[in-house]
């Protein structure tokens, strides 16, 4: 486990969230001190606090221990919340437009 690379995505999602390590700390019940550490790389950090970071960050803890899982989370999240709010009539539509992106994009996409 890279603590140093664990604690510079959690101080990324603080920073996006506009949270000072005080306020992120106080939420998770934890000194400013342990979680300037946590951030640094300086200390391991027990599951219950990692658990509670991720809570407190409103992030999923995969966002916070991989790098290249968090955008697609990320996405993947709001596109659930989007489809959760939409009514049946909605989702058919919403199916229909995702099926003929895709096709449209595997047909004249090259990555």
């Keep these: 486990m890279d603590y140093y690379k664990l604690g510079q995505r959690i101080r990324k999602y603080r920073r996006a969230q506009k949270l000072s390590q005080e306020h992120l700390a106080e939420a998770v019940g934890i000194s400013v001190t342990h979680m300037s550490h946590i951030e640094?790389?300086?200390?391991?950090?027990?599951l219950a606090v990692f658990v509670s970071i991720a809570e407190a960050l409103q992030v999923q803890t995969d966002e916070?221990?991989?790098?290249?899982?968090?955008?697609?989370t990320i996405t993947t999240?709001?596109?659930?919340?989007?489809?959760?709010?939409?009514?049946?009539?909605?989702?058919?539509?919403?199916?229909?437009?995702?099926?003929?992106?895709?096709t449209a994009l595997e047909k004249?996409?090259?990555?």
Excluded: C, M
């Design 64 to 72: 916070l221990l991989y790098d290249h899982r968090a955008p697609r």
């Design 77 to 102: 999240n709001e596109i659930v919340k989007t489809l959760e709010e939409s009514t049946p009539q909605q989702l058919r539509i919403l199916e229909e437009i995702i099926k003929a992106t895709k």
């Design 40 to 46: 640094t790389g300086n200390t391991k950090l027990s």
């Design 108 to 111: 004249h996409w090259e990555p």
